[in-house]
């Protein structure tokens, strides 16, 4: 049963509600776990740093059906990297994969130095990118983009099929959409752990797990009044968390940006 209840999902809690988290990883790291709802501009940010340094951003962009995950990868300085580098990759968010904002911000905790464990592993979702995103140009995508990509004016990702999916949405045009996009080169085909040259473009992978997040509500039933004519209902009565890995594939000018993936 989940540490967290919804408290009936009433009243208002204020634009930024933050809370910390600590949660074991599937190869048992205890890491620390923070995840702040904005309900006025309906956007939740979910940020953790990993052992190794790595410090994973994500945000959700509700209104524009957007996940931005930004990655800050801490260089090895002793091969000629710098001291990290940042990576965005833009995805079209699925709805019902988190819950709302306002539902975010209306959690209660109890126990907030337990440890966390997911309920339900959704597995390893892999992203095939195929073009850079002009920042100055993301306005038609998210207006997040500028501000929390802003360290990664070069290495900001996204996908055609993203793209083609947000033009449906009311008010968004795929015209618009592609102009703050500029396309892969589509002759490069050789994956960074094949290639021997540092300075040789190459396709880059890299993983990432959020290891604990709230997925979705759960409900209970109940009756309604006291009496033997109460009526059923459903009723908001905790939430469901989930892990969920996802696997990015995407250009880089230099294998030197991408020595993990050896």
């Known amino acids: 049963m989940s540490k967290f209840l919804t408290s009936n999902l009433k009243g208002g809690n204020g634009p930024n ?18 995840i702040t709802s904005n309900v006025s501009e309906d956007v939740i940010t979910l940020e953790f740093q990993k052992t ?21 990868v801490l260089g090895e300085e002793e091969r000629g ?23 975010m911000a209306k959690l209660r905790q109890k126990n907030p130095s337990t440890i966390r464990i ?9 992203f095939i990118m195929t073009s850079w995103v002009h920042l100055n140009r993301s306005m038609a995508i998210s207006r997040h983009l500028t501000t ?5 004016l070069d290495a900001t990702y996204i996908r055609d099929v993203d793209l083609k999916a947000w033009a ?13 996009t500029e396309k892969f080169p589509d002759t490069l085909t050789s994956r960074c752990s094949e ?3 540092l300075w040789a473009p190459c396709l880059c992978s890299l993983e990432t797990c959020v290891g604990w997040y709230p997925c979705g509500l759960k409900y209970c039933k109940g009756k309604q009044g006291d009496s033997s004519a109460a009526v059923q209902t459903n009723y908001r009565c905790g939430i469901k968390t989930c892990r969920k890995c996802s696997q990015f594939t995407y250009y880089v000018r230099q294998k030197q940006l991408c020595l993990w993936d050896e």
């Not at 809370?19 to 923070?34: A, H, P, R, W, Y």
């Not at 990297?81 to 539902?103: E, P, R």
């Open 17 to 34: 509600i933050v809370k910390s988290f600590t949660l074991q990883t599937k190869g048992g790291e205890v890491i620390q776990e923070s």
């Open 168 to 180: 449906e949405l009311p008010g968004s045009s795929i015209s618009n959409l592609e102009a703050a």
């Open 118 to 126: 997911p309920e339900e592993d959704k597995g390893k979702e892999a």
């Open 148 to 152: 929390v990509c802003s360290e990664a």
């Open 195 to 197: 290639v021997t040259s």
């Open 81 to 103: 990297q710098s001291l990290y580098q940042v990576m965005c990759f833009v995805t079209k968010f699925i709805k019902g994969d988190f819950i709302s904002s306002d539902a």
């Open 52 to 72: 190794d340094g790595t410090l994973i951003t994500q945000i959700i962009d509700f209104r524009n059906e957007v996940r931005i995950l930004k990655a800050l």
